[in-house]
Every structure is written in structure tokens, then in C-alpha cells.
């Protein structure tokens, strides 16, 4: 049997983060000195959430850009993160802005990701970028499911006419990266907590894709041998949302938990960044 390839999103990420540098350097260079700003805003005191906004503000320094941070507390109200947002929307030193997901649910999260501007929504949680993608137009994609679409094409992961099967369908992951994927020419199947049946259809997967958000959920018996397993979950003890240990023995490719999706997802956004400042500023862009 020939052995399964590692779609290494650890090894992919530090690549483009390296390539990132110098562009980075040239928009330093065009504003004389002035470093561009990804703007971070957390609401809340939610541990998972300040370590990815922490995570992501590491990402920023290793590749020379500013993380401007907005802290909101747990009580904060819908118009207080509106208001921070028009302030972030208004700086321009800022050139992208992420809204960490999810905020606490007095607030109306929908509301809030629309008042980004499109030119500054590098997460692609806003209606109009998503429309935008989804119709084929020029938009930053949801940042995770954008990186699972470079870590695939990188790879060389034939798509045109093959069965996706997406398990999964919130509007930052699953809705998104069955719309990539379409867009791709693969033949998509979007699951979610009422598809009746789940097993036969993910056998029928010629690229999986686990976005459930339950540890192990997709069991190695539902994957067809020789398929491309990519696992977006993350769970504590190192878990996917698929049973990775015994599904990937006679997967043709999977995407290893941690450092498949996860470190894609982060270089995903800083390369939007960078992207949406050389934009603004003008400078031809390298990517
Ligand atoms: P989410 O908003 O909770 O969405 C989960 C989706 O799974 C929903 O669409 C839900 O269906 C579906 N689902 C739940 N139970 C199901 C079942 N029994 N059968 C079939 N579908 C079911 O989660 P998310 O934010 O998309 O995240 C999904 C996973 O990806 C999580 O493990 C998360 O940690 C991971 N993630 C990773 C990154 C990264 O950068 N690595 C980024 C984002 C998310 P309904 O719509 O019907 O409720």
C-alpha cells in the first residue's frame, strides 16, 4: 500500500509567512516607516478566544506588521463593538480587521461583521465578500476555509468533478468552503445536523472535510479508502473532528491535527493583510 500524503499546513504556513516579510518591507518602505495594522477585537474574557487573537498578533510581529488591539468586556453592547469597529473602519493605519468569533451573545454578530468594510474584511465574514466569493468575484475568502483551498491546490489535490463532502455548514467554515470548493468544479455535498444518513454519504466522499466541532466525530469506517481527509477540528488532547488515527492509514491524503488547517487559517489572514495594504497603497502584488 502506498503510504498517505501529509498535507503539512505547518510546513505551508511558514513558507508564505516567509514570503510575506518582504512585501511587508516595501509597504514599510511606501509609508515611510509606518508599519500597516491587522486590528484584533476580542470581546469577553473567553480563553479560547484570546489565545487565537493572541496567536494571530504572534503571527503579525514574526512577519513586520502591527497588531492593533481592542479589548471589549464581557457586558459590552452591540453599538459599543459597532462604534469600535467605525473607529477601526475610519484608521488608516489599519488595513484589516478581525473580529473574533464567537462574541458573547448579547451581541448581534451578524450586525457587527457587516459594518467591516470590504476593503478592511480580511476574514471574509462580512455578506457582501462572502456573495462576492461565492459569484467569483475578487474578496478576501473566510480565512479558514481560504487556507484549506491553498493547502489543497499546493498539494495538487485534483478537485475538477470529484464528491466533496463537507460536514458542516457555519457561515465562517463549512457554508464557505463548500462554496470554494464548487467554485473549484468539485461536485459538493454540504451535511449538517439534519442530513439523515451521514455515513453513507461520507462514503460516498471522494475529499472529506470534518467541520463539526465534535472530537473523533467522523468515524475511519465512513471514509473510502483512497479519499483526501481534511480535518478543520481542534480539540483539546489533540483531537480532530475526525478519527484520524485509523482514517488516514488508506487515505491517499489528509490534513494532520495539529498543524494541518489550524496554522493555515492564521498565515490565511496575514496574507489578506498584506494583500489589502499593497491594494491601498498601490504597490503591484507579488502573491
Ligand atoms: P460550528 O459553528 O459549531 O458549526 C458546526 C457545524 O457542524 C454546524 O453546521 C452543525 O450543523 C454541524 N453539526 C453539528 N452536529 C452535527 C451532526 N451530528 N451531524 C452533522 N453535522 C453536525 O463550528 P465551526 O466554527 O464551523 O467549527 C467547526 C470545527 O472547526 C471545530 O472543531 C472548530 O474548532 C474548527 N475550526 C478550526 C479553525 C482553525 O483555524 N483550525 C477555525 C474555525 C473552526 P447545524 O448547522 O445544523 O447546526
New binding site residues.
Given amino acids: 500500500m502506498t503510504e498517505s500524503l501529509v498535507l503539512d499546513g505547518k510546513a505551508l504556513a511558514q513558507s508564505i509567512e516567509a514570503s510575506l516579510k518582504p512585501r511587508v518591507d516595501r509597504i514599510v518602505e511606501k509609508c515611510n516607516g509606518q508599519r500597516p495594522a491587522l486590528a484584533t477585537i476580542l470581546v469577553g474574557s473567553d480563553p479560547a478566544s484570546a489565545t487565537y487573537v493572541r496567536m494571530k498578533g504572534n503571527a503579525c510581529a514574526r512577519v513586520g506588521l502591527l497588531s492593533h488591539k481592542v479589548e471589549l468586556p464581557d457586558s459590552a453592547t452591540t453599538q459599543q463593538l459597532l462604534a469600535a469597529i467605525d473607529d477601526l473602519n475610519a484608521n488608516a493605519s489599519v488595513y484589516g480587521i478581525l473580529l473574533q ?1 464567537p462574541a458573547p451573545k448579547q451581541i448581534d454578530e451578524r450586525v457587527c461583521f457587516d459594518r467591516i468594510v470590504l476593503e478592511k474584511d480580511v476574514d471574509g465574514v462580512t455578506c457582501l465578500g462572502f456573495g462576492r466569493m461565492a459569484m467569483g468575484q475578487s474578496a478576501y475568502g473566510s ?2 476555509p481560504a ?1 484549506i483551498m491553498t493547502l489543497l491546490k499546493h498539494h495538487r489535490i485534483d478537485l475538477v468533478g470529484r464528491h466533496a463532502v463537507v ?4 457561515p ?3 457554508k464557505p468552503l463548500a462554496l470554494m470548493l464548487l467554485n473549484a468544479h468539485a461536485t459538493v455535498t454540504m ?5 439523515r444518513d ?1 455515513p453513507r454519504i461520507v462514503r460516498q466522499a471522494d475529499v472529506v472535510v ?5 472530537p473523533r ?1 467522523i468515524r475511519a469506517d465512513w471514509i473510502k479508502p483512497g479519499s483526501v481527509i481534511v480535518d ?4 483539546p488532547g489533540g483531537a ?2 475526525v478519527d484520524l488515527d485509523q482514517a488516514r492509514v488508506t487515505a491517499a491524503a489528509y490534513t494532520p491535527v495539529p498543524g494541518g ?2 496554522p493555515m ?2 498565515a490565511t489572514l496575514i496574507a489578506h493583510t498584506v494583500e489589502a495594504a499593497e491594494t491601498r497603497l498601490g504597490i503591484q502584488s507579488a502573491s
Fill in positions: 468569533h480565512a479558514t487556507g460536514v458542516g455548514r457555519s465562517i467554515l463549512g451535511c449538517h445536523s439534519r442530513t451521514l470534518g467541520a463539526v466541532g465534535k466525530f478543520a477540528g481542534y480539540h480532530g473532528d488547517v489550524g487559517t492564521i
